[in-house]
């Protein structure tokens, strides 16, 4: 191959277990993927359709669940393949895909999640001027470049993956193509691999962690000077998102693993794909008075 490497494709080794476990995590999987994925489409059908939710805050929350679709899509369906035995295999070249898709889509997230906290910032800080300032086309702006950063924020890293060498062995102690996998069998040196994704990493994570506790700062502290009645309000705009950022910082904030126990790592980001996606559905959803009418009203019509 191009990149020197012998190794064409990887076996994952998923989950360690027995088959009557296989069976009861592909069930755990399917469910969780297909009401994620189901349930994420039809509300931005419906966040599309209704013109009461042609907001800013629905355009942003639509990017979000699009995304988790995609995230969970990148890695479901691989994953029930694999406890299912029809598909232990993966080439090298989707292997890498699959790596940099992960580490893109994750990037975006945390952007999305940012910008959602600023656009709740404008919302209650500066209510009488939100409509002049977040116009749709600043809006489409800011969700544009959350996707265009994450995603040239890993290039480097794809590339610099792509280049090492694999001489074996070829099997993945994981249910996907992470980071931490690909460096272990690699027979090359990788410390400029660690470096970079290092850096990314931090530099991704700061930033919109920042941007996001400065933005939740002025919106605390403007709550604390309104009524009572307002103050509710207020805080009816900020809590499902505040409950999202709460889930997925959860999955973030782990000790990072050691080769020998990577089975920390797999069960965190098998929360972070399948039960986190589907609650945030459920939190974005329940927890917000016009969606939950709009959902209403289109029940009533079928």
């Known amino acids: 191959m191009s990149n020197g490497t012998s190794v064409e494709e990887f076996i994952l080794l998923g989950f360690p277990g027995t088959w009557h476990s296989q069976v009861s995590l592909v069930v755990v999987f399917a469910l969780t993927y297909s009401l994620t994925v189901r349930g994420k489409a039809s509300t931005i059908a419906l966040m599309w359709m209704n013109s009461n939710l042609c907001t800013p805050m629905y355009f942003f929350l639509c990017n979000l669940f699009l995304l988790e679709i995609w995230y969970s899509m990148g890695v479901a369906p691989k994953d029930i393949g694999g406890m299912l035995g029809t598909s232990q295999t993966i080439s090298f070249s989707v292997c890498i895909l699959q790596l940099f898709f992960l580490l893109f889509l994750g990037s975006t997230e945390c952007f999305l999640l940012s910008v959602m906290a600023y656009d709740c910032y404008l919302a209650i800080c500066h209510h009488l001027r939100y409509s002049s300032i977040m116009r749709t086309v600043v809006s489409a702006r800011l969700a544009l470049s959350s996707w265009l950063v994450g995603f040239l924020s890993h290039l480097d890293a794809g590339f610099l993956t792509s280049r090492l060498t694999f001489c074996g062995p070829d099997v993945i102690n994981h249910f996907l193509c992470d980071i931490d996998s690909c460096l272990a069998l690699s027979c090359s040196d990788t410390w400029p691999m660690e470096l970079v994704t290092f850096l990314v990493s931090i530099i991704v994570v700061v930033a919109s962690c920042v941007l996001t506790l400065?933005?939740?700062?002025?919106?605390?502290?403007?709550?604390?000077?309104?009524?009572?009645?307002?103050?509710?309000?207020?805080?009816?705009?900020?809590?499902?998102?505040?409950?999202?950022?709460?889930?997925?910082?959860?999955?973030?904030?782990?000790?990072?693993?050691?080769?020998?126990?990577?089975?920390?790592?797999?069960?965190?980001?098998?929360?972070?794909?399948?039960?986190?996606?589907?609650?945030?559905?459920?939190?974005?959803?329940?927890?917000?008075?016009?969606?939950?009418?709009?959902?209403?009203?289109?029940?009533?019509?079928?």
Not at 226 to 244: D, E, N
Not at 270 to 279: G, Q
Not at 294 to 301: D, E, N, V, Y
Request: net charge positive.
């Open 214 to 302: 400065v933005s939740y700062v002025y919106v605390s502290s403007s709550m604390l000077r309104i009524q009572a009645h307002g103050r509710k309000k207020a805080f009816s705009i900020c809590s499902a998102h505040l409950s999202v950022i709460t889930i997925y910082g959860s999955t973030l904030l782990y000790v990072k693993p050691l080769a020998e126990i990577l089975d920390l790592d797999k069960l965190v980001i098998t929360f972070n794909t399948v039960i986190t996606s589907l609650l945030n559905h459920f939190i974005c959803t329940l927890r917000n008075k016009e969606l939950k009418q709009a959902l209403g009203w289109a029940s009533q019509k079928k």
